[in-house]
């Protein structure tokens, strides 16, 4: 992804995703049932409760081990950029957030964070965030987070590094462009060859342009999404590849006279490309995390979670393959 993969067809849908990123009403971060509950520590007239299993027990937050005895340490990439993370509905995002502020419980991948951290058992008060590159993230080594989401494509490379938990967002690429540049007309992935794309490096946008698209120029590979933005608004390159949930807040929020020219068809089965929590390679929390997505997939928080602040909203064309 955008950010980092930065995470419609119409002006007044683009407004509409803008407008649920910046100045949806806050709502509280809602309470999760954690995986575990404690049984009762005085002895009652009721039926004791049925022992834990090895592996649930091993998930209770008493016998979790992170970076602070009792407490969570989430790290992102900053800027945190909507729709993944959301404006305070006044001011600015707090130091040493940019435009969006993880800390708020708004937004994608805040709202997801806060729902997992609630199904280890950790209240809101007992999660903290870290700012942490998108590229470090993945790098081997010792860390200064517990957890990591940040539109991290899960990647063979990259599990060979670090832990990456099981998909808690399912994601396709797309191409943002300027209306007025001829790549906007491409129907399939034969038109986009003779264009020049542009890309966040290390991400799988740029896998995108090297493995699908295959253009006959040789791609830009920018450190940021911003520095991408400014390529295309100079005209340096024709398109820019990057997550679907990305392009939408690009073309409705970042570049003026933009458009999603087309997303492409979504990998299923195993290759399915899909957002992953980054852990430290051979975390004890990487079952726990699991269990918690599974969870939050089974009661219908994560589905609720991604249509708040990434659905309903139109969708752009699909590319042809031929």
């Known amino acids: 992804m955008t950010p980092r993969h930065l995470r419609f067809l119409s002006l007044p849908l683009a407004v509409l995703l803008v407008a649920a990123c910046t100045s949806a009403a806050a709502t509280p971060v809602p309470t999760l049932t954690p995986l575990i509950t404690p049984a009762p520590s005085v002895a009652t007239s009721v039926a004791p409760p049925v022992a834990a299993t090895p592996t649930a027990n091993a998930c209770d937050k008493s016998k979790l081990t992170?970076?602070?005895?009792?407490?969570?340490?989430?790290?992102?990439?900053?800027?945190?950029?909507?729709?993944?993370?959301?404006?305070?509905?006044?001011?600015?995002?707090?130091?040493?957030?940019?435009?969006?502020?993880?800390?708020?419980?708004?937004?994608?991948?805040?709202?997801?964070?806060?729902?997992?951290?609630?199904?280890?058992?950790?209240?809101?008060?007992?999660v903290t965030w870290t700012v942490v590159p998108f590229d470090n993230s993945y790098k081997p080594g010792a860390k200064t987070f517990d957890l990591y989401l940040a539109q991290v494509s899960y990647t063979a490379d990259r599990a060979?590094?670090?832990?990456l938990s099981d998909g808690y967002y399912f994601v396709n690429q797309a191409i943002v462009a300027l209306k007025a540049n001829p790549v906007s007309g491409a129907k399939n992935v034969a038109d986009l060859a003779k264009y020049k794309f542009g890309a966040q490096q290390g991400t799988t946008a740029y896998d995108t342009i090297q493995n699908t698209i295959k253009p006959t120029a040789a791609a830009s590979v920018y450190s940021t999404n911003d520095a991408a933005i400014q390529a295309l608004k100079a005209k340096q390159i024709d398109a820019i590849v990057v997550?679907?949930?990305?392009?939408?807040?690009?073309t409705g929020a970042q570049i003026d006279n933009s458009v999603i020219v087309g997303q492409f068809p979504a990998a299923t089965g195993p290759d399915a490309e899909h957002f992953s929590v980054v852990l430290a390679k051979g975390s004890p929390l990487t079952t726990c995390v699991n269990q918690a997505i599974g969870a939050l997939k089974t009661d219908g928080t994560l589905a609720q979670i991604t249509k708040t602040w990434l659905s309903d909203k139109a969708s752009a064309p699909v590319f042809a393959t031929k």
């Open 66 to 126: 992170t970076l602070t005895a009792g407490k969570l340490t989430i790290g992102t990439d900053n800027p945190a950029y909507p729709p993944y993370f959301q404006a305070p509905d006044s001011g600015n995002a707090p130091k040493p957030w940019e435009l969006g502020d993880p800390t708020n419980g708004q937004g994608f991948e805040s709202a997801t964070a806060y729902a997992i951290a609630g199904k280890l058992g950790y209240a809101t008060a007992d």
């Open 160 to 163: 060979g590094a670090v832990d």
């Open 243 to 250: 997550d679907l949930p990305t392009a939408f807040y690009m």
